[in-house]
């Protein structure tokens, strides 16, 4: 039996061997990946985000359990920060899970970030599209908390879900920029904080000022139809994971925001981006490795030198760069 045929089985040891190789980008895993796509697609993926020291993996850990008593399997893909000195994911934050970790129902990813900024690891939508081809219908992605460079969570969820804790204050407002334009769903945990209702009027204010602009969420895109504009009003939930209070409603949101997806057509044009975003990605990750190929390291290192000397700008080195892939005919 292949490894492709014993993870679709629903053997995790093989499972967990194939998300290795698709993680690293070995050639046996883009190989296993390209097969498996024609089954991805069906998976809604959450991404829960926020700020550091919110509580999202206790939050995590809560959600999981509920999807469970409703008879839900899922998978969860936690993305750590990585270790300057192995590059490994520290997974200090993961033995929250270790509770999980005996659920049959329950399949556990943990991902080192690599240093990308954006929370994100590269390789998570690949590892998500493998978990989804294996049949996991749930699959929450929580990411690394690194404040509004976290955005890239929307190249690969479909609902995203904006933790944060009491006390933020007008560093709120700081969101606005950033994660306040993906959010689907707010949470406000640790509710049981004296400064809980400050914060959740302080979102409240910034939300309001997010649709008087007329923009809001993930799902819009520049050019998109009007009538879609403002047709997920966000709602702003209290929780206290710790005492397992508000994640029933949190998941009768999570499942509500799915339906609206689905009904108003916008799971579609998530997917569509998605997949734009997944070719251009491709592209440059293509192109990079060509030019390094056809230029090298050396030539590299010299145009790095004409930048630094101020002898030419980076945009024409860079076009200079780019001659050699170029055909006669191109030039």
């Not at 329950?106 to 939508?125: C, D, L, Q």
């Not at 969570?153 to 933790?163: C, D, G, N, P």
Request: proline content about 4%; charged content about 25%; cysteine-free.
């Amino acid at each position: 039996m292949t490894l492709v045929a014993a993870a679709l089985a629903g053997e995790r040891r093989a499972l967990a061997r194939l998300l290795s190789l698709v993680e690293n980008g070995a050639t046996e895993g883009r190989a296993a990946l390209a097969t498996l796509f024609p089954r991805t697609g069906h998976a809604h993926i959450i991404g829960i985000t926020g700020s550091p020291g919110a509580g999202k993996s206790t939050l995590l850990n809560r959600l999981a359990r509920e999807f469970r008593n409703r008879g839900q399997t899922l998978a969860i893909v936690a993305v750590d920060p990585t270790s300057p000195y192995s590059g490994g994911a520290l997974l200090g934050d993961r033995l929250r899970m270790r509770d999980l970790v005996t659920d049959e129902g329950i399949f556990i990813r943990s991902m080192a970030s690599r240093g990308h900024p954006g929370g994100v690891a590269y390789a998570t939508r690949d590892v998500a599209l493998t978990l989804d081809a294996v049949g996991f219908p749930i699959i929450l992605v929580e990411t690394v908390g690194a404040g509004q460079s976290q955005v890239d969570v929307a190249r690969v969820a479909h609902t995203i879900v904006l933790v944060e804790a009491p006390g933020m204050g007008d560093d709120i407002q700081a969101l606005k920029a950033g994660l306040m334009e993906i959010a689907d769903i707010l949470v406000v945990n640790k509710s049981d904080r004296a400064e809980a209702r400050q914060t959740v009027r302080a979102l409240q204010a910034v939300l309001h000022g997010a649709s008087a602009a007329g923009h809001h969420g993930p799902a819009m895109a520049e050019g998109e139809p009007e009538a879609f504009v403002g047709g997920w009003e966000v709602p702003i939930l209290q929780t206290s994971a710790l005492e397992n209070e508000g994640i029933a409603e949190l998941v009768d949101t999570i499942e509500e925001h799915r339906a609206y997806l689905r009904k108003s057509g916008q799971w579609g044009r998530i997917l569509k981006r998605h997949a734009r975003a997944e070719v251009e990605t491709w592209l440059q990750r293509h192109l990079l490795l060509l030019l390094e190929e056809r230029v090298g390291e050396a030539r590299l290192e010299e145009a790095v030198g004409v930048v630094l000397r101020h002898e030419q700008d980076p945009a024409t080195v860079a076009r200079e760069l780019l001659q050699p892939l170029w055909s006669p005919e191109e030039k």
